[in-house]
């Protein structure tokens, strides 16, 4: 990913804004698994995260909220930790899909990950206000999993940093109704 010096990232592909009506990753997750607490569209307490491809990777734009505090002006790393998971799996879901031959808007939904492995690098202190901005990219796609970097920016700055080992979703994870899958 882009080196820490001077931690200003550099302009990318359309500024992560995608077109009007341009559809997410999470908006063709199959019903039973769009639930996520942070991306999951049937879920009305969730985060509501939306990640679209932007030039050579993908981007996911939030603005947190007052009680996403962890200390009065900062952003709390728990936040920042769900904010990279949630993209990178919506990144390693895209890159399957796209892989087996199909773009959003085809019929079938986009296949579900779930997270291996989650490794967050805390670089600086994210500021509470701005729009946090994550971006990703594949660094790895096998028949088994995908691995992918992501890092958290806050007006331009480089904050944290993750690479997240994905794993497509066990079928005992889909189908099941809130609440009746395994804790």
């Not at 639930?35 to 569209?41: L, V």
């Not at 900062?74 to 990144?91: F, K, N, Q, R, W």
């Amino acid at each position: 990913m882009t080196a820490d010096r001077g931690a200003q990232h550099p302009p990318a592909a359309g500024e992560g804004r995608p077109p009007a009506g341009a559809i997410a990753v999470q908006d063709r997750y199959a019903d039973d698994f769009a639930w996520c607490y942070g991306c999951g569209r049937h879920n009305p307490a969730g985060l509501g995260l939306k990640t679209h491809w932007d030039g050579e990777g993908t981007v996911t734009r939030f603005r947190p909220r007052p009680e996403h505090m962890a200390v009065p002006g900062y952003v709390y790393g728990g936040l920042i930790a769900s904010l990279i998971d949630c993209h990178s799996m919506a990144t390693a879901s895209l890159a399957l899909y796209h892989r087996d031959g199909h773009r959003l808007g085809d019929p079938e939904p986009v296949p579900r990950c779930v997270t291996a492995s989650l490794q967050v690098d805390y670089l600086r202190p994210t500021p509470l206000g701005p729009e946090l901005v994550v971006r990703g990219r594949v660094v790895e796609l096998g028949a088994r999993k995908a691995v992918v970097e992501s890092e958290l920016y806050a007006n331009g700055v480089l904050c944290a940093r993750g690479r997240v080992v994905a794993v497509p979703a066990p079928p005992t994870m889909t189908g099941a109704s809130p609440g009746q899958g395994e804790g």
